[in-house]
DNA sequence: GCTGCTAACTAAATCGTTCCAGTCCACCCT
DNA sequence: AGGGTGGACTGGAACGATTTAGTTAGCAGC
């Protein structure tokens, strides 16, 4: 049944069902009302979204590009607070959310998205010449990383991590060190050493974040050189739990008193681990995160964390997509909070 | 640029340059490294998914219909997960995911909604009629609620309800009580009174819980009628939180001492808001979850609960709508775990 | 009665592909 | 030489809508 059946059926032209549907101002209410009750009684379910998205050029979808797989970014608190923004707001201008990877198959992202009308990307994807394949007159809009000629979407990492490390800071820290969340350009899950070539110049968050830190360290006469530091792959308790086991395990002269975290998964992490050790904190152990998702809230001990607001974030890129709002560059603020892992 | 205009400047018909896209082995290999090799190079980024959709009718993309919000869907650990299964088969097999909700504009539904190829809805539809606008061609498949001439996936609600409560009736009980999520016709967010004709009958899968804790109860010669019930209208921490304080600010002779819970998330809360009070868990105050979430087993006290593999739930739901298995209705088997809140 | 205007409706081109049904030609077999 | 075979490529009709540029009919104004 399509809308060609249709109007033969009812002894009209195309254009006055197809008008019936889309423009009630261009016939008579009589004849509208007509059309929609027999279109019910004949099971025409309304103009087929394929054939109307190739002649309008249209189809009132957005993808959204995922550097992570889906299972992990429909999982981590972060990213599915930027993805609920984002349906809210598409949501309210009758727009939908197609979710795709980067990551894997990078095959299905030229084949099907270009049926979308516009493209967030979040997050570092590994092949940067996948956005060759997407058709380039669609807006874009990049959601925590940078890339040439289009909008970005930020929060201030660098003095966001400056302020925490300088409040850690205030108290007398004998040995703090630093928990990276993906810095460096090779895998790596553990204990970084002085190679600072393995740095990836591309992860523009994490060398922010780093930065920040850093700074701190320096202004409380602290070589940031001599602060150890490690890696996190992902952003999981799976894959946070061997490292941060392994610094917890160091004897008790090496195992630092203060653990800079740069998420809240890896913190909250550090908490389970810690108490299962009998440590306390902030007594042994003071620790901050990065991100103030709500898990980090609920119990004892309350994370001290930097807050970003994600679900903001998810909104204003999905604005810039649709046109409510400039599609430029955005910094946006995040507020400390002082929890009690970090008084 | 088109496949049209790339074919005219390469001077051969369009259905070579299709087929160069397509089906390798309908032209020599020379000529389909000329045709791709100037169409990359002519910036034309291969056939256009709308038109593809249009002439293949699919699309490879299968829309989640979801009964709540995406915002909550999005956060919610459970829908997060099999949205996680769903989206992992999707994947492998080079389809995408298309996220709808039902509840708000469900005007998006029948409009974007039909470019899909399949639909997979997940938890009951506010307005049911809303499938009668799906392209009814299309294959469909429900999850955790009951749909006739479809396919359904479920978990044995009802046993898996019964033997936890079961297992909890074990210990000497003076006063049982339960918290349904989502189980009345009206909304309903706090204590329940005895009027049953609130009890919704669309609500298969609370009612099936409902019903395993009941049998249970009166199995251990206690008057279901006599258990107090509260209900709770939403799966989060905001809007248990009253509910439950509610509950355990009881005068300590009414207070419950065994909270039979329909989730986690419920679960969870009551421990969260039960430390705050300085209830001890087990002694003072004993309960059980549904779902196994992670976060109910991270920290202690690990929640006594009945485990549904929702990822897998999403996976099957999946391989039903890609044709890879049977879509036929299917009841998957959980498990109980014996955590501290309920030994 | 003619003109002009508006509301109501229509004919036909178009969107960018895919794919069926050929056509053409080179080659092989007998 | 003639017939058969198969590989390589093409023409053009769909797919199901939207939209532009009309055409008609009715009515008011002079």
């Known amino acids: 049944m399509t809308l060609k059946d249709l109007a033969r059926e009812l002894g009209v032209s195309t254009a006055t069902v197809s008008n019936a549907f889309n423009r009630p101002d261009q016939l008579s209410p009589k004849l509208r009302a007509h059309i929609l009750t027999e279109a019910r009684h004949l099971g025409y379910s309304g103009p087929d979204a394929r054939a109307r998205s190739l002649r309008t050029g249209r189809s009132r979808i957005i993808a959204v590009i995922l550097a992570e797989s889906l299972t992990y970014s429909l999982n981590d608190a972060v990213s599915s607070e930027l993805l609920s923004g984002i349906a809210e707001v598409l949501d309210t201008r009758g727009h939908t959310l197609l979710l795709l990877s980067g990551r894997q198959n990078a095959a299905s992202v030229p084949g099907a998205s270009s049926i979308a009308d516009g493209f967030i990307v979040y997050g570092l994807m590994p092949s940067l010449k996948l956005f060759s394949d997407l058709p380039p007159e669609r807006p874009l809009v990049a959601v925590d990383f940078d890339i040439e000629d289009h909008a970005t979407v930020h929060v201030d990492n660098e003095p966001a991590c400056y302020a925490i490390a300088r409040h850690a800071l205030r108290t007398p820290t004998r040995r703090p060190a ?9 895998p790596c899950n553990g204990r970084i050493d002085d190679d600072q070539a393995l740095l990836s110049a591309e992860r523009t968050i994490t060398r922010a974040r780093l930065a920040g830190f850093q700074r701190a360290f320096a202004e409380a006469g602290i070589d940031p050189a001599e602060v150890p530091m490690w890696n996190i792959e992902e952003n999981t308790f799976e894959v946070c739990t061997p490292v941060i086991e392994e610094i ?23 908490v389970t681990l810690a108490e299962q050790r009998g440590l306390r904190i902030p007594e042994d152990l003071r620790l901050t995160g990065f991100d103030g998702i709500a898990e980090g809230q609920y119990r004892a001990p309350r994370l001290t964390t930097i807050r970003q607001d994600s679900t903001e974030k998810g909104r204003i890129a999905a604005r810039m997509i649709l046109g409510m709002e400039p599609a430029e560059s955005r910094v946006m603020a995040t507020e400390m909070m002082i929890g009690d892992t970090c008084p």
Chains 1, 2 share one sequence.
């Not at 630093?178 to 090779?186: A, H």
């Open 248 to 270: 917890l395990d160091l004897p008790e002269a090496e195992r630092p008193d203060l653990l800079l975290c740069m998420s809240d998964r890896i913190a909250l992490t550090v």
């Open 178 to 186: 630093v928990i990276n969340l993906r810095l460096t350009e090779q």
